[in-house]
């Protein structure tokens, strides 16, 4: 699974096998095996969908290294239920402020990642870190965040990823397990929605309800074909 997820070069590969009730489904990306990834989930209940392998009433059910996890239809959006990964309040390494080379307002870190709040969209924006430096540092990647300035979104955000091969993703289902808590808590807001400001863009629903994040998306087949 490794080798292919290299050879594919994408952010997460997701691999499936039936297992009964729910699926089994792992996620690679081109260098490591990850414990949470939301694109590539949503993809797998589309495609489970789309092929007739999973009837389209029913819910998308995947047992994973971070637990059991759901996709459902939701109108023209497909929502999985994904844990919370909050985040502690923490102390910006020198390293971590110098590969970006921006001031940090406020630090965190989850289970997986650092979070850096920044003084305003365009810095999120204009952002260029250095990633040989981001890549030294102990986390799976960072999400640099700030409230956004366009009045449809809530927030927007990047995510870098280099030390586990994906230099900066185009839309991080998982960093939105964190980011939902945390803008939560200073917009006082259970339901929002976020831009990840990628080259390529995404926009993520985000239901934060409990100890769960409620993440909404759109998936489209755009390829189909065999690995011999």
């Keep these: 699974m490794q080798a292919v997820a290299a050879e594919l070069k994408h952010s997460e590969t997701a691999f499936l096998h039936p297992g009964g009730e729910a699926w089994a489904l792992r996620w690679f990306t081109p260098k490591v095996e990850v414990k949470l990834c939301g694109h590539a989930t949503l993809a797998s209940a589309h495609v489970l969908w789309e092929t007739g392998r999973l009837e389209a009433a029913r819910p998308a059910l995947f047992d994973t290294a971070s637990g059991r996890l759901s996709a459902t239809r939701a109108g023209d959006q497909i929502e999985m239920d994904f844990p919370a990964k909050p985040v502690e309040p923490v102390e910006a390494p020198p390293d971590l402020a110098n590969a970006l080379g921006v001031t940090v307002r406020e630090a965190g870190r989850s289970a997986f990642d650092y979070l850096l709040e920044l003084a ?109």
């Design 120 to 228: 305003c969209a365009r810095e999120v924006r204009e952002l260029a870190p250095d990633l040989a430096r981001l890549a030294l540092l102990p986390v799976r990647g960072i999400i640099v965040t700030s409230r956004s300035d366009q009045a449809e979104f809530d927030f927007i955000s990047r995510f870098f990823a280099p030390a586990a091969g994906v230099p900066e993703d185009p839309v991080t289902g998982s960093a939105h397990c964190s980011l939902g808590p945390y803008w939560r808590d200073r917009l006082q807001k259970q339901d929002l929605v976020g831009w990840q400001a990628s080259a390529r863009g995404g926009r993520v629903t985000v239901r934060v309800r409990d100890d769960r994040v409620l993440l909404g998306g759109r998936a489209v087949t755009v390829l189909r074909g065999e690995l011999g």
